[in-house]
T-cell receptor
Framework: DVKVTQSSRYLVKRTGEKVFLECVQD?????MFWYRQDPGLGLRLIYF???????EKGDIPEGYSVSREKKERFSLILESASTNQTSMYLC????????????FGPGTRLTVT | AQKVTQAQTEISVVEKEDVTLDCVYE???????LFWYKQPPSGELVFLIR??????QNEISGRYSWNFQKSTSSFNFTITASQVVDSAVYFC?????????????FGPGTRLSVLP
């Protein structure tokens, strides 16, 4: 079975802090994704990566950056956390073609106070 | 641009009732893929099914069935004899072939509540 793990299920940070969300997949998938999920807004793509050290902006990249130094790991970075970044963050991975389904991690519920 | 619509925001049914979740999509591509995901209260999205645009055959998996109709651009999901464990948010998604990243589009989701 595909397994996507995220470093934390719940995280509380203060405004202005630098926040790292880590995601690891064990299926040798080329693609990895970061989404945020908010009530009434569905899933919105923040960034994705189709290869090591490659990244592409999604729909809402402002305030975020990403890092992919190894194929299995994709990190989301909030350079200076703000209260409007309080959300559920979901990581996903898939084979290189988008014809393939994405597999999701359990999510990280981030609260910025 | 591609788009996925799930007009039903919330549905409530009583256990053992059948329920159909609607999904309507828009795309200009002739080759595309459709997906359904389940998100239970625990939060993790679970992949349920993938269909490609060339295969309109309906699919059944246990109590789940999917009806794909290109003529109406719909990919509806039916749960037969619903159970409380089916309570979740269900997402329909669309991917155009041979695209990378941004062209995997999710619908807004339908929250299904199955009451005992």
């Amino acid at each position: 079975d595909v397994k996507v793990t995220q470093s934390s299920r719940y995280l509380v940070k203060r405004t202005g802090e630098k926040v790292f969300l880590e995601c690891v997949q064990d299926m040798d998938h080329e693609n990895m994704f970061w989404y945020r999920q908010d009530p009434g807004l569905g899933l919105r793509l923040i960034y994705f990566s189709y290869d090591v050290k490659m990244k592409e902006k999604g729909d809402i990249p402002e305030g975020y950056s990403v890092s992919r130094e190894k194929k299995e790991r994709f990190s989301l970075i909030l350079e200076s956390a703000s209260t409007n970044q309080t959300s559920m963050y979901l990581c996903a991975s898939s084979f290189y073609r988008l014809a393939y389904e994405q597999y999701f991690g359990p999510g990280t519920r981030l609260t910025v106070t | 641009a591609q788009k996925v619509t799930q007009a039903q925001t919330e549905i409530s049914v009583v256990e053992k009732e059948d329920v159909t979740l609607d999904c309507v999509y828009e795309t200009r591509d002739t080759t595309y893929y459709l997906f359904w995901y389940k998100q239970p209260p625990s939060g993790e999205l679970v992949f349920l099914i993938r269909r490609n645009s060339f295969d309109e055959q309906n699919e059944i998996s246990g109590r789940y069935s999917w009806n794909f109709q290109k003529s109406t651009s719909s990919f509806n999901f039916t749960i037969t004899a619903s159970q409380v464990v089916d309570s979740a948010v269900y997402f329909c998604a669309l991917s155009e072939a041979d695209n990378y990243g941004q062209n995997f589009v999710f619908g807004p989701g339908t929250r299904l509540s199955v009451l005992p």
